[in-house]
């Protein structure tokens, strides 16, 4: 089965273009091609953010969550993951968004 068709599955079931390329041996930019092009063809590939936090805070943000990083001795990315999975278990969407869809 050609690299191409062992993508597409694997896209097809929610799995990200960087676990796809390791689980294959391949590229991350070249299985990102490969699903871009399937998504042309209209397979419903699923759409993934980029794992990249670097671009969604400006530096006020990245000082704001260093801060609070530092006094629970959490990194970055373990103190946003804390605060989302929070967030999740105590439903907390409508109290923190507050944007009336609640």
């Known amino acids: 089965m050609s690299l191409v068709h062992q993508i597409e599955p694997l896209a097809l079931a929610g799995m990200r273009p ?40 400006d530096d006020r943000g990245w000082a704001t969550l260093r801060a609070h990083a530092e006094r629970r001795d959490l990194s970055v990315r373990a103190l946003i993951k804390k605060t989302v999975l929070k967030l999740v278990e105590d439903d907390l969407f409508d109290a923190v968004l507050d944007d009336g869809e609640g």
């Open 18 to 57: 960087k676990d796809i390329a390791v689980r294959l041996g391949a590229s991350q930019d070249y299985v990102r091609a490969a699903m871009s092009r399937m998504r042309k063809r209209g397979v419903p590939i699923p759409k993934f953010e980029g794992g990249n936090l670097s671009r969604t805070f």
